[in-house]
């Protein structure tokens, strides 16, 4: 695996299910990122993660838990969500300290809640 | 009020003509960074390119350029010699704070670019 990984690709969940979402970094990188993408609007920044300690929380609602055991994966946990957190949710990974420190962004996981 | 504006919703240009694509940001750090991301319909984000806040010159990477214009607060991406394969959404971000830092970023409502045969 190369990049930046994501599974599911697609999630249809009901209101009252829980599941999670998993992204993993095979770049070295150390600050991993969970941004939302819903329809017609920008790309939201939900959660930020450096060496593993969260460092900013997009004052996102607590039915999405993030969750970072180390550098190269980053989980979202879902539960109790409503119908308007159908979108897509993209991981993102950089390395913090260069001049650039470009995102790489995963291919996303498109939620549907019903 | 909105940190990245992008006022073209879409666009259509003729293969191999050049497109240029307007960001304008708003910001009151001196130490900020500006990107280009490209997204196809399958969905993943693919960065172009970046400009930092200090950097005199104006980035370039290939077919892509940015015309930075700090006093006007601008960052147009440049893309010559269009291709079909340039079709997609393109995004304009903002990162505020430190180079190098774990900032999140800010991004524009984007812009989806048609390129016609």
């Given amino acids: ?114 | 009020a909105q940190k990245i504006t992008q006022t073209q919703p879409g666009m259509f240009v003729q293969e191999k003509e050049a497109v240029t694509l307007d960001c304008t940001y708003d910001t009151s750090d001196q130490s900020y960074g500006l990107f280009w991301y490209k997204q196809p319909s399958s969905g993943e984000m693919i960065f172009l390119i970046y400009q930092g806040s200090y950097d005199e010159q104006n980035a370039t990477e290939g077919r892509y350029s940015l015309n930075f214009q700090k006093a006007r607060k601008s960052a147009n991406l440049v893309i010559s010699a269009s291709q079909l394969g340039d079709s997609a959404m393109y995004f304009c971000a903002m990162r505020e704070g430190q180079r190098g830092g774990a900032d999140g970023l800010t991004f524009g409502k984007g812009t989806h670019l048609i390129i016609q045969p």
């Fill in chain 1, 1 to 114: 695996e190369t990049g930046v990984t994501q599974t599911p690709r697609h999630l249809v969940m009901g209101m009252t299910n829980k599941k999670s979402l998993k992204c993993e970094q095979h770049l070295g990188h150390n600050a991993m990122y969970w941004y939302k993408q819903s329809a017609k609007k920008p790309l939201e920044l939900m959660f930020v993660y450096n060496f593993k300690e969260q460092t900013e929380n997009n004052s996102v609602p607590s039915r999405f838990s993030p969750e970072c055991p180390n550098s190269s994966h980053l989980f979202l946990h879902l539960h109790t969500l409503q119908p308007e957190d159908s979108a897509l949710y993209l991981c993102a990974s950089s390395q913090t300290g260069t001049s650039v420190s470009e995102q790489f962004f995963g291919p996303g996981t498109r939620l549907t809640v019903l």
